[in-house]
């Protein structure tokens, strides 16, 4: 079950990764022929950058961003401040340990309660990206799967700890 | 002090409370958020908590969905490539050619490292792990202290955010709506203060406690160090499965035009026989 989900999360945030790529690709493209642009234009041509290009760099962004947050979980990468609590007694941090992870899966929870809602109403509103006219609705949903992965992975993470301990 | 002002400061208190507590720095603050504005609805009848309660069904969309923020990530990325190209190793071999001579230099040359890698990643924590991966064995072996070691490449981290790109300087001028690269340009000389202040530390703290680190002995003045090691910012290759062809990096210019970061190389990868 353990190696399961790790793997699973795993592959979400590679997913995340060849989106990152995507966003790459196509900001080389458009620099590229920014620069082919500045050369044309000293023989009277132009060549335009590719339209639409900050459109899809803001939708796949979005999705890109909360795509690593499981894997962040996983990995225990979300930031924290140690100094104190290092010197507390090994019981009082696994406790602490186990109610941060408790109110992170609740809130990420939440989060994603939310933002079904949000789906929602972005897909009723038909709100489009300005110049592509894409649907913003669909970005959501890669959104929510996160947050909910996030909560899956810090319960995960509950249980392993008692396991352990 | 007005009942808001005090509940503010209370909601400040109470973050720093949680954070002792170990709690995620983000967590702690989406709690003190929501909690602080349900108190305020409480008390100032303006205020009402549902409304803000509802914006969370766009605002965390919305707050990713941001196309300068996207720099973020592919500052990261740039970092990871610069790592893997071994570029940390090159600059810290070469900053150890200039300056390890001297005592303590060793360290000195992790700080330059520091530097010149904080010029390619915009993260604190990337650079810190990435130059500590490599300078520590190196320390370590040499006997140097392990104080000086650590201190020196713990501050060396800190040069990452200073130095542009930026991580934490791109997300400041997003909240405070000003030009990312008038941010850079404005972090350029602290970043090469900080640089020169920390080798005068090392420098001093060295010569007044000599067990800090080991005497230099017949310094190989021509050591094997390729002669890029120096200019490692310059240029590296990552040779991929053939030893003679790999891609080269070229030293990225995040050259950004008016706010934001429209029409910017965020790196040129070109193939290229290597060296």
């Given at each position: 079950m353990g190696e399961k989900l790790e793997q699973l999360i795993s ?57 690593f947050f499981p894997y962040c979980q996983l990995r225990r990468g979300h930031v924290n401040v140690d100094l104190f609590a290092q010197h507390f007694p090994h019981t009082v941090q696994r406790a602490l340990d186990a109610l941060w992870l408790v109110v992170t899966a609740v809130m990420a929870l939440g989060l994603a ?34 947050l909910i992965l996030w909560a899956v992975v810090a319960l995960y993470q509950i249980a392993q700890g008692e396991r352990h301990g | ?12 208190a109470s973050l720093f409370g949680l954070l002792i507590f170990r709690i995620p720095v983000g967590l702690a603050m989406i709690a003190i958020?929501i909690g ?89 924590l990337?650079?810190?792990s ?146």
């Amino acid at each position: 079950m353990g190696e399961k989900l790790e793997q699973l999360i795993s592959i979400w945030a590679l997913l995340g990764g060849v989106l990152l790529i995507a966003i790459v690709l196509v900001t080389t493209l458009n620099v590229g022929a920014f620069t082919l642009d500045r050369a044309a234009r000293l023989m009277g041509a132009t060549v335009s950058g590719l339209p639409g290009y900050e459109d899809f760099v803001r939708l796949a962004i979005s999705a890109v961003g909360l795509m690593f947050f499981p894997y962040c979980q996983l990995r225990r990468g979300h930031v924290n401040v140690d100094l104190f609590a290092q010197h507390f007694p090994h019981t009082v941090q696994r406790a602490l340990d186990a109610l941060w992870l408790v109110v992170t899966a609740v809130m990420a929870l939440g989060l994603a309660g939310y933002m079904v809602l949000g789906l929602q109403e972005a897909k009723s509103d038909n709100i489009v990206s300005p110049v592509l006219g894409w649907p913003e609705w669909p970005f959501y949903a890669p959104g929510i799967v996160s947050l909910i992965l996030w909560a899956v992975v810090a319960l995960y993470q509950i249980a392993q700890g008692e396991r352990h301990g | 002090m007005g009942e808001r002002e005090l509940i503010g400061v209370i909601g400040l208190a109470s973050l720093f409370g949680l954070l002792i507590f170990r709690i995620p720095v983000g967590l702690a603050m989406i709690a003190i958020g929501i909690g602080g504005n349900y108190v305020l609805s409480l008390y100032v009848p303006y205020l009402r908590f549902e409304p803000y309660m509802k914006q969370f069904k766009s605002l965390l969309w919305n707050n990713m969905a941001s196309y300068d923020l996207s720099v973020v990530p592919l500052f990261v990325l740039m970092g990871y490539l610069a790592s893997h190209a071994n570029l940390s190793r090159d600059l810290f071999q070469g900053m150890n050619a200039l300056l390890g001579r001297f005592r303590g230099g060793v360290a000195m040359a992790a700080i330059g490292a520091c530097a010149g890698f904080g010029a390619v990643c915009g993260s604190s924590l990337a650079t810190a792990s990435t130059m500590g991966r490599v300078a520590l064995p190196e320390l370590k072996r040499l006997r140097y202290s392990p104080r000086l070691a650590t201190g020196a490449l713990a501050a060396g981290g800190t040069l990452g955010i200073l130095i542009p790109p930026s991580v934490a300087l791109v997300i400041y001028a997003i909240i405070v709506e000003a030009s990312i690269i008038q941010m850079f340009q404005a972090a350029v000389l602290p970043g090469l203060m900080a640089v020169a202040f920390f080798i005068a530390v090392i420098l001093i703290s060295v010569r007044l406690n000599p067990a800090l680190a080991p005497a230099v002995e017949n310094f190989p003045c021509r050591r094997k160090t390729p002669g890029s090691a120096s200019f490692g910012a310059g240029d590296c290759d990552f040779r991929l499965d053939h030893p003679r062809s790999g891609f080269r990096l070229v030293h990225p210019n995040p050259g950004c035009r008016s706010r934001g970061v429209h029409d910017h190389g965020l790196w040129i990868l070109s193939v290229c026989p290597a060296r």
